[in-house]
């Protein structure tokens, strides 16, 4: 309870900062509209339907590419933490395609796919997958020897070892990955969005940029922002905290 009571707080402060800066003048109404009228532009957009529809199109595209990027992310650890001669090899280039910003990769996608749907889905998939992989690959890696050994003396071996031992002992680092890869993806998303001509809440940001409506594009920001911490607290950061307390990880 104190710890929401502080967050309110934080924000009551922030938006008398906000709007004590409007009052103040220092810069026009078209740059730094009132708290009040961002709101306002807010609740018109949802009660017209035009977020709505945006929010509908940026979770499909999300929940596609966000699924997409865990199988192969996924498919991609595995055989990086089995193989050394693939962790040797490819493991490497892998950081390196994490390391390369999500928006980089928007212009190949529209090359490929053109502005539509798929490119948005695409780089949303890239943004997920390699840091989803890596750890996938480290889950694996950090599968503790003795669990393997006391397994081997009981005649686990190949998949049954694998199946039965390393899969269990990876789930709390998997979960870890995909609640990375879920924040990855939303940012790609964002990206992806934002330069193609489809539906969703970057291309509407784009929009209102296009046509200077900064009480649209501090709205959207702000839909954004609040979508990415709610759904991290409520859905995943939670989601990680209780496989962590099951496999002994967490104190309760």
């Known amino acids: 309870m104190k710890i929401a009571i502080k967050r309110l707080l934080f924000i009551i402060v922030i938006l008398g900062l906000w709007e004590g800066i409007h009052l103040a003048n220092f810069y026009p109404d078209y740059i730094v509209p ?19 529809t945006a929010l509908g199109a940026s979770f499909k595209h999300l ?36 390391s390369i910003p999500s928006i980089v990769w928007v212009p190949l ?13 695409f780089v949303v998939v890239v943004g997920g997958t390699f840091v989803m992989a890596l750890n996938v690959r480290s889950a694996i890696h950090s599968v503790p020897p003795q669990f393997l050994r006391a397994a081997r003396t009981m005649d686990a071996r190949g998949f049954e070892l694998f199946y039965r031992v390393e899969i269990p002992a990876s789930i709390p680092y ?6 990375l890869a879920w924040a990855f993806s939303w940012r790609a998303l964002m990206a992806g969005e934002f330069l193609s001509n489809g ?17 649209q594009v501090i709205g ?5 922002g609040v979508i990415g911490a709610v759904v991290d607290q409520l859905v995943f950061s939670k989601l990680e905290r209780n496989v962590m307390k099951r496999w002994g990880l967490l104190n309760s």
């Open 34 to 52: 009132s708290p009040i009228t961002v709101f306002d532009t807010l609740i018109n957009g949802f009660i017209q339907g035009d977020l709505l």
């Open 63 to 98: 929940i596609i590419g966000l699924s997409l990027s865990i199988l192969i992310g996924t498919l991609l650890g595995v055989i990086l933490g089995k193989s050394k001669q693939a962790d040797e090899t490819a493991g490497m280039y892998l950081i390196a395609l994490q």
């Open 109 to 121: 996608a529209i090359l490929l796919f053109g502005f539509g749907e798929l490119a948005v889905i």
């Open 174 to 179: 998997f979960i870890q990955g995909v609640r």
């Open 199 to 215: 539906p969703g809440l970057g291309y509407s940001l784009s929009f209102a940029q296009d046509y200077a409506r900064m009480d």
């Open 220 to 224: 959207i920001i702000i839909i954004i």
